[in-house]
C-alpha cells in the first residue's frame, strides 16, 4: 500500500510539474508576443502653454499654481525631460515635430501653413510609422489646409479630425471642421456660435477641445485591441486664445471648466488657468480610456506645450519661469519644455534626466521604439533617438552638438523681461554643452546676422550678462553653427542687415505681399480639353460635387463677372460667392457666416461636356443634368 501511495504522489507530482512548465511557457510565450509587438505611441501636446503653467516645472516663482494632478501623473510614472525644448511659435514647432527636422531646414518656418505647407517630399513621423502602425492626428492641424500637399491624409495619417490651418484653430466654437476629405463637417451645435446663442457657460455649443477630446476617446476604443499598434497625435488649441462672437475674454471656456478658481479676480488669468486645468483633464481621460481598455503598459505617451506662453499677465503663474523671453522668441522661455514620457515596467518611474530633448528629435525616437532601422528614416533629419535614455538602456545614446532655432519677428518677446537681448528681425540661436567647461551650457542669439549675444545658462539663465568680449572663441563656434544649420529658402528668406525687412508669418494660399512671396494662383489642370465650343455662358446653371451638394452658377455675358451660390451644401461654411471668368480660368471669393475661400478653377470639357476642376479646397463639380455642348 505504501508503495502504492508513494507511486500515485509521483505521478501527481509530474503532472503538477509539467502544468507549471506549460503555464511559465505559456506565460512566456505571451511576454515574446508582446515584447514583438511595438507599443502604441501617443503624444498629446498643448498649445501656447507656458514653462511654469504645470505642476512638474522647476525653478518657478508662483504665486499661484494652477494644480495639474494629470500631468504630474504623467511624471511620477514615468520620465521629465528638464532640458526639453520646442519650437517658438505654432507651425514651426510642429514643422520640428514632425519632421524630424529644425527650422534652418524645415519646410514650414513662419506662422503658416496656407504659404507652404508641407510637400509631398517632406517625411513625417506619421509616414515613417504608417506601414506598421494606423495613424491618427485629432485636433490643431497647421501645416497644410484641405487639398494641399501638407494636409494631414497627404502625410501619413490614415484619420485626421480637427482644424487644418492657424486662422481657423482659434475658432473655439467652430460650426465646420475637417474629418478625412470632408471638408467642411458638421458641428450643429455651433451653427452661428456666439456668446448669446451658446448660453449660460456655453453649454448649448460645443467646445471644440471637448469634441477633440471624445474623439480621442473613440479612437483608442476602437483600435486598443486591433492587430496593429496605433501613433495618436493628440492636438488641442489648449490654452491658446480662443474667438467666440461677443465674448469679452480670449479664454470662453465651457462648463464646467469656467467655474474653476473663484479665488482669482481677474477674469482673463482666471479663466486661462480653466483653460489649463480642462487641458490636464484631457491628459487625465486618455490615461483613465488606457488604463480602462488594459493597455497602459503597452502605450507610450509623451506631453509638451508647443511653444512659450502669450496673451496674458505672467506674474501670477510664472509662466516662462525663469526664462527671458515668451512665444516667438528664440530665448529660452520660448522654446523650454519639461517635456514627459511615461511607459509603464520600461520607463523609469518618477525619473527626470538633464538629457536634450528637442522636438525634432521625437521622429527618430518614435522609430527607434516602434522597431524601425535608422537605415529607413528620412534623409537629412536633425533629430536623434533618445530611446536608450527613456528605456534607461545601456545602449549609446547619441547627443546634439547643438540645438538650433530660426525665425523673423519684429516684437518685443521679452516676457517677464522688458526687451529681448536681440533687435527686431530674421533671427537665430545655438544652445550647446560645452565639453572643455565641464558643467557649462552656452546659449547664443542674433538677429539679422549683427552682432552675437552669448549667454551662460548655467550661472545666468535669465539670459542677461553678455559674455561675448569674455569668450570670443565660444562666440565664433556659435556663429559657425549658425551658419552650418541655415538653408536658404526663397519663400522664408534671412537678411543681412536691419533695413532688409524678413517675412513673419503668411495665411494665404497665393502668397502675400513683400517681404514675402505673393505667389501665382496655382493652375488646376485637366485631364483633357479637346472641345472648341465652350463659352463662359455655357457655365450658367446647377453644378454639384462628389458629395451630392448643389451649387449654382451666374455669369454675366457683358462682363465675365460670375457668381456662386449653394443651392443645398450642408457641409458648406459659405453661402455665395463674386468673381471673373476669362475663357476657361475662374477666380473667385466665396463667403459665408463663418469663412471666406479663395478659390480657382479651371473648365475642363471632353468634347461633349464640361466639368470644373478648383485648386485649393473644392472638389470638381459637374453639372447636374449632362450638358451637351452642341
Known amino acids: 500500500r505504501r508503495h502504492l501511495l508513494l507511486l500515485l504522489m509521483t505521478v501527481n507530482l509530474f503532472f503538477f510539474f509539467a502544468a507549471v512548465d506549460l503555464f511559465v511557457v505559456c506565460c512566456c ?82 506662422n503658416d501653413g496656407s504659404y507652404t505647407p508641407l510637400k509631398s517630399s517632406d517625411v513625417t513621423v506619421a509616414k515613417v510609422l504608417s506601414e506598421t502602425f494606423d495613424t491618427a ?20 495619417f490614415d484619420l485626421f479630425v480637427g482644424q487644418d490651418s492657424q486662422v481657423s484653430c482659434h475658432y473655439w466654437y467652430p460650426e465646420h ?12 451645435a455651433n451653427a452661428g456660435a456666439s456668446n448669446s446663442s451658446c448660453g449660460p ?53 465651457p462648463g464646467p471648466y469656467d467655474s474653476r478658481f473663484p479665488e482669482i479676480e481677474d477674469e482673463t488669468v482666471r479663466l486661462f488657468a480653466t483653460a489649463v486645468s480642462a487641458q490636464d483633464d484631457f491628459v487625465g481621460a486618455v490615461l483613465d480610456e488606457l488604463e480602462h481598455q488594459g493597455i497602459i503598459n503597452n502605450t507610450i505617451v509623451f506631453f509638451s506645450g508647443d511653444n512659450g506662453p502669450d496673451d496674458h499677465p505672467f506674474t501670477f503663474f510664472d509662466d516662462p519661469g525663469p526664462f527671458r523671453g515668451k512665444k516667438r522668441s528664440l530665448h529660452e522661455g520660448g522654446v523650454r519644455q519639461t517635456i514627459v514620457a511615461q511607459w509603464p515596467g520600461h520607463i ?33 533629419i536633425d533629430g536623434l533617438s533618445a530611446a536608450n535614455v527613456l528605456l534607461n538602456s545601456t545602449g549609446e545614446v547619441e547627443t546634439h552638438e547643438y540645438l538650433y532655432w530660426e525665425y523673423c519677428c ?50 545666468d539663465i535669465s539670459e542677461s550678462v553678455n559674455l561675448t568680449a569674455q569668450f570670443g572663441g565660444v562666440a565664433s563656434r556659435a556663429i559657425s553653427y549658425m551658419e552650418e544649420a541655415h538653408v536658404e529658402d526663397p519663400y522664408w528668406r534671412s537678411t543681412y542687415n536691419d533695413s532688409d525687412k524678413c517675412c513673419a508669418a503668411c495665411y494665404n494660399h ?26 463662359p455662358s455655357d457655365l450658367n446653371g446647377a453644378w454639384k460635387d462628389s458629395t451630392d451638394a448643389t451649387y449654382n452658377i451666374t455669369v454675366n455675358p457683358t462682363t465675365n463677372q460670375i457668381t456662386l451660390n449653394t443651392i443645398h451644401c450642408p457641409d458648406c461654411c459659405w453661402e455665395m460667392g463674386n468673381g471673373t471668368v476669362s475663357n476657361r480660368d475662374i477666380k473667385a471669393t466665396a463667403t459665408g457666416s463663418s469663412c471666406t475661400r479663395d478659390e480657382v478653377g479651371t473648365v475642363c470639357d471632353d468634347g461633349s461636356s464640361i466639368h470644373i476642376v478648383w485648386s485649393n479646397r473644392w472638389s470638381p463639380w459637374t453639372r447636374v443634368q449632362t450638358y451637351d455642348l452642341d
Open 177 to 188: 471642421i475637417q474629418k478625412n476629405e470632408n471638408n467642411s463637417f458638421v458641428l450643429p
Open 137 to 156: 492626428l485629432i485636433g490643431k492641424w497647421g501645416l497644410g489646409d484641405f487639398n494641399s500637399t501638407g494636409y494631414p491624409t497627404a502625410q501619413g
Open 29 to 110: 510565450c505571451v511576454v515574446a508576443a508582446a515584447a514583438d509587438k511595438p507599443p502604441n505611441i501617443i503624444f498629446i501636446l498643448a498649445d501656447d502653454l507656458g514653462y511654469g503653467d504645470i505642476s512638474i516645472a522647476s525653478l518657478v516663482n508662483r504665486t499661484h499654481e494652477i494644480p495639474t494632478p494629470n500631468i504630474q501623473r504623467l511624471a511620477t510614472n514615468g520620465m521629465k525631460f528638464t532640458r526639453g525644448y520646442s519650437g517658438q511659435v505654432c507651425a514651426p514647432s510642429r514643422c520640428s515635430l514632425m519632421t524630424g527636422r529644425h527650422s534652418g531646414h524645415c519646410t514650414i518656418r513662419g
Open 510 to 535: 497665393n502668397g502675400c505681399p513683400y517681404p514675402c512671396v505673393q505667389k501665382a494662383p496655382p493652375s488646376p489642370s485637366c485631364e483633357q480639353v479637346v472641345g472648341d465650343k465652350y463659352q
Open 348 to 380: 523609469p518611474s518618477n525619473s527626470s534626466t538633464d538629457h536634450l530633448f528637442t522636438f525634432y528629435d521625437f521622429l527618430p525616437t518614435a522609430a527607434d521604439i516602434a522597431g524601425i532601422p535608422k537605415s529607413h528614416l528620412p534623409s537629412g
Open 410 to 459: 519684429y516684437d518685443n518677446t521679452g516676457g517677464m523681461f522688458p526687451r529681448n537681448q536681440y533687435k527686431g528681425g530674421w533671427a537665430q540661436a545655438v544652445r550647446f554643452d560645452d565639453p572643455s567647461l565641464p558643467n557649462t551650457e552656452w546659449k547664443a542669439v542674433r538677429s539679422n546676422r549683427d552682432a552675437i549675444a552669448l549667454f551662460n545658462l548655467t550661472a
Open 201 to 253: 457657460h456655453h453649454s448649448l455649443c460645443t467646445w471644440s477641445n471637448d469634441f477633440f477630446a471624445q474623439q480621442t476617446i473613440n479612437y483608442i476604443q476602437e483600435k486598443a485591441h486591433g492587430e496593429k499598434p496605433f501613433f495618436l497625435f493628440f492636438s488641442t488649441t489648449t490654452p491658446h486664445v480662443g474667438d467666440l462672437s461677443g465674448s469679452k475674454t480670449p479664454y470662453p471656456t
